[in-house]
């Protein structure tokens, strides 16, 4: 079983910046894609960014150029850093991980971006 905490999440201008951050626990973070996706109000869950074991990245088109994923195999965290938002970025986001060779996927809990004047 993987646990994943979100944090970072809060209310920031447009244009202005956060950065996320999730910490897996439970299994050996190392074997774990990670991924990024987002929902706002009365949409469906979105891909954002995700990272694979290896580091390779895939950004959604929303996202490429703004927002950088990167990974800490020795802190077991996956960030999401997000600069240039704008009020269309607003939505809870949530981390996954998706445990290779077992084929699972699990999910956090959320944490929530308002880009807001």
């Known amino acids: 079983q993987v646990q994943l905490v979100e944090s970072g999440g809060g209310l920031v201008q447009p244009g202005g910046s956060l950065r996320l951050s999730c910490v897996a626990s439970g299994n050996r973070f190392s074997n774990n894609a990670m991924g990024w996706y987002r929902q706002a109000p009365g949409k469906q869950r979105e891909l954002v960014a995700t990272?694979?074991?290896?580091?390779?990245?895939n950004y959604a088109a929303s996202a490429k150029g703004r927002f950088t994923i990167s990974r800490d195999n020795a802190k077991n965290t996956v960030y999401l850093q997000m600069n240039s938002l704008k009020p269309e970025d607003t939505a809870l986001y949530y981390c996954n991980a998706f445990v290779v060779g077992l084929n699972r996927l699990y999910w956090g809990q959320g944490t929530q971006v308002t880009v807001s004047s």
């Open positions: 990272i694979t074991t290896g580091g390779t990245t």
